[in-house]
Structures are given as structure tokens and as C-alpha cells.
């Protein structure tokens, strides 16, 4: 079975820009969560979904959105990218929603700012 | 913000020998769970432990709980060089009714020598 996975795996992008990052769960899991990794750092929590509905968010700014498809793959978006987002951004999906569990994360999507 | 975090940051030791990692948190959890991650990819699950539960195995891993002084330990017993990696603790906290998601620590970067 396939695992997590997400797309673009590397993309660069300059101050100001947008952007979109997507993630496929696991076939059968129905909750997605973002998490932001800063180099050397762990990561840090941003969003859950389940059943395409917003469980929980992080302490991140309104730039950060997502949403959840009828298929539970998922969309990250960050709006007027600042230097500082510029990190390691893992997609993790689950059984459940209800609490967190066990995760299962895709490789990431490095974001570079310039 | 960090809720946990893992001592020590770096740890050397030669293949075969045990490796001892520990965490540190500040709120009550539900569970606790560590993952592994090689160089900046994807996190790996390796073994969860609920807030009632004090010891759990899982292969050549055994995690401890103490809730009193909110703190964790994972040992590694007969290491190898492919145990080579970081490896995070994250707590998953009592939440009313939504999704906190998991609060990660900074990691332990463990290297096995050959």
C-alpha cells in the first residue's frame, strides 16, 4: 500500500509569493495534519482535518490555510511568504480525528524563500 | 512553542552499545509517543505510550513513563548503524473537545559508530 504523499518534494519561492503544497493520506485514513519543521528544530503543528472539517489549528498566522477534499487529500497554503517560513513542511495522516495517535508522515516538502 | 524536551541534544556511541534518550514535559498528556527521522526526511512512528501505562517494549525499544516528574525515556538496546538519527518525543495533551495535535520536542541526534 502506498504511504503519505506529498507534493512538490523541493520548491523555491521569493518573498511575497504563494503557495500550494498537497498531500495524499494513506488509503483509508480520513484525518490529515500539517506540521512545520524548521532546520533543527522539531516540528510544529499547524492543522487538522477529518471528515474535511478543520479539528485543530496551531499557533500560525492567518497566511497558513488548508482545506480537505471529498477523497481526504489535502492542500496547504501560505500567502505572502515571509523568509522565516522557509522549512520543512510534513503532511501526517491517521484513522482518527478524535485524538491524535499514532501518525504516519509523508517526506516533506521543502520550502526555500528567497 | 516546545513542549518537550530531549536529553541530550547529540549522542555518539559505538555500534552495539545501548542508547538512552529522555524527554521532559510540562503539561499533562494523554500519550506519549517518539518517532525517528533521517536527515530531514519523513518521521517514522516507533512506539506510543498512554499517560497510564509506565513501561512499554516494542523490539530492541523500551520506552518508560513517569507522569509525577513528566518525563520519558527511550532506550535502544544492541544499536546498530542504521539506528543512526534524530529522534523526537511528542506529547498529545488533553484537549476539551478539538485537535492540539502533537507537540514535539527538539530531538536527540544519535549517531552509532561503527
Known amino acids: 500500500d502506498a504511504g503519505v504523499t506529498q507534493s512538490p518534494t523541493h520548491l523555491i519561492k521569493t518573498r511575497g509569493q504563494q503557495v500550494t503544497l498537497r498531500c495524499s493520506p494513506i488509503?483509508?485514513?480520513?484525518?490529515v495534519s500539517w506540521y512545520q519543521q524548521v532546520l533543527g528544530q522539531g516540528p510544529q503543528f499547524i492543522f487538522q482535518?477529518?471528515?474535511?472539517?478543520?479539528?485543530g489549528r496551531g499557533n500560525f498566522p492567518d497566511r497558513f490555510s488548508a482545506r480537505q477534499f471529498p477523497n481526504y487529500s489535502s492542500e496547504l497554503n501560505v500567502n505572502a511568504l515571509l523568509l522565516g517560513d522557509s522549512a520543512l513542511y510534513l503532511c501526517a495522516s491517521s484513522w482518527t480525528g478524535m485524538n491524535t495517535g499514532e501518525l504516519f508522515f509523508g517526506e516533506g516538502s521543502r520550502l526555500t524563500v528567497l | 512553542s516546545q513542549q518537550g524536551e530531549e536529553d541530550p541534544q547529540a549522542l555518539s556511541i559505538q555500534e552495539g552499545e545501548n542508547a538512552t534518550m529522555n524527554c521532559s514535559y510540562k503539561t499533562s498528556i494523554n500519550n506519549l509517543q517518539w518517532y525517528r527521522q533521517n536527515s530531514g526526511r519523513g518521521l517514522v512512528h516507533l512506539i506510543l505510550?498512554?499517560?497510564?501505562?509506565r513501561e512499554k517494549h516494542s523490539g530492541r525499544l523500551r520506552v518508560t513513563l513517569d507522569t509525577s516528574k513528566k518525563s520519558s525515556s527511550l532506550l535502544i538496546t544492541a544499536s546498530r548503524a542504521a539506528d543512526t538519527a534524530s529522534y523526537f518525543c511528542a506529547t498529545e495533551q488533553y484537549s476539551g473537545g478539538g485537535a492540539d495535535g502533537l507537540t514535539f520536542g527538539k530531538g536527540t541526534h544519535l549517531i552509532i559508530q561503527p
Open positions: 505510550i498512554r499517560s497510564n501505562e
Open positions: 482535518y477529518y471528515e474535511k472539517e478543520e479539528r
Open positions: 488509503s483509508g485514513h480520513k484525518s
